[in-house]
């Protein structure tokens, strides 16, 4: 049986060295690699990801004066705000937007992000870029319940059913990366609710069509 006492020293050490990694990557030196070895981590670049995308997200700068409030609010401790929501929205909703310098702060699961976020959500609960940035940060820090409170409320918010359908669709591909049938829970749902039982009927069906072609 383990010791939890004598546990609780290695795991502070650890904690320490994990925190330390995290704040590497959000510094992002020129000599990352060599950083965190020092650390006694191993650099590992796993079969899913691009090295090449990394070395991107490491070497990106902010070019802009808003691209530069954006980069001091996320590597600060500042509340979020309407004004810098609003900021984060045009930006990263730009054609020529430095993807690969956010992508930075969603690969880290960014803590002020995250609160940015959620400090939308809270205002524009059925808001598709900010519940896609939700999901694109659950992808590298996994947080379930999160996800699965943002767009069971989106859905049930939503009257259009053509938006209910994109909201659906998007919460089913997000709640499968954790094994959580997210339409056969809306169809329980939405019993009573005979426009959006059809929807998500529907989606039930391309489903089951799409696994079938597949099997083929």
Not at 96 to 125: C, E, H, I, M
Not at 141 to 163: Q, S, V
Not at 191 to 203: F, P, Q, R
Request: glycine share 4%.
């Amino acid at each position: 049986m383990c010791n939890d006492d004598e546990d609780e020293p290695a795991f502070n050490k650890y904690q320490k060295q994990a925190d330390a990694v995290a704040e590497l990557f959000r510094r992002a030196p020129r000599n990352l690699i060599e950083e965190i070895e020092k650390l006694r981590f191993t650099y590992v670049v796993d079969d899913d990801e691009d090295a090449e995308e990394i070395n991107e997200e490491l070497t990106a700068r902010p070019e802009t004066d808003f691209q530069m409030a954006l980069v001091s609010y996320l590597d600060g401790a500042d509340a979020p705000s309407k004004s810098l929501l609003k900021l984060w929205r045009e930006e990263t909703r730009r054609e020529d937007s430095p993807f690969p310098l956010w992508r930075r702060y969603f690969r880290t699961g960014n803590a002020q992000l995250k609160s940015l976020v959620l400090f939308g959500l809270d205002r524009y609960p059925t808001t598709h870029d900010l519940l896609e940035n939700l999901y694109v940060l659950h992808s590298f820090l996994p947080n379930p319940k999160e996800l699965l409170l943002r767009y069971t409320l989106a859905c049930d918010l939503e009257d259009d059913p053509e938006r209910f359908r994109e909201l659906a669709q998007d919460f089913d591909v997000g709640a499968a990366s954790f094994g959580f049938d997210a339409l056969h829970a809306l169809r329980a749902r939405y019993a009573v609710d005979g426009l959006k039982k059809k929807v998500i009927d529907g989606l039930l069906l391309d489903r089951e069509t799409s696994k079938e072609i597949v099997a083929f």
